[in-house]
Nanobody, 123 residues
Framework: VQLQASGGGLVQPGGSLRLSCATS????????IGWFRQAPGKKREGVSC????????YYADSVKGRFTISRDNAKNIVYLQMNSLKPEDTAVYYC?????????????????WGQGTLVTVSS
């Protein structure tokens, strides 16, 4: 099982980025996927997640209305579109997979994690 997050980089406040989580070694359609982030000196926090079956989506209050999670099971990729980025969005972003298929913003319930991708929002 592998997850690989990519798409991070340096962006100015107000800008956009799209993160990708490429998966392999399992049937993505059966898994819930979550995006998490960890800023320097802070605890990891859930950003967004999407369930396997009905594709229910959830967002942290801090990103609601700005971020959109989506999945392409045929391509084995989950995306996180991030718009109107703010300096406080700066963090390493991780994707994770949960075998039960039920989406949750609680990281400890996820079974597999990818390496992170750094997002820096700065002018």
């Amino acid at each position: 099982v592998q997850l690989q997050a990519s798409g991070g980089g340096l962006v100015q406040p107000g800008g956009s980025l799209r993160l990708s989580c490429a998966t392999s070694g399992f049937t993505l359609a059966n898994y819930a996927i979550g995006w998490f982030r960890q800023a320097p000196g802070k605890k990891r926090e859930g950003v967004s997640c999407i369930s396997s079956s009905d594709r229910s989506t959830y967002y942290a209050d801090s990103v609601k209305g700005r971020f959109t999670i989506s999945r392409d099971n045929a391509k084995n990729i989950v995306y996180l579109q991030m718009n109107s980025l703010k300096p406080e969005d700066t963090a390493v972003y991780y994707c994770a997979a949960r075998e039960s298929g039920i989406a949750t913003m609680v990281g400890k319930w996820y079974d597999y994690w990818g390496q992170g991708t750094l997002v820096t929002v700065s002018s």
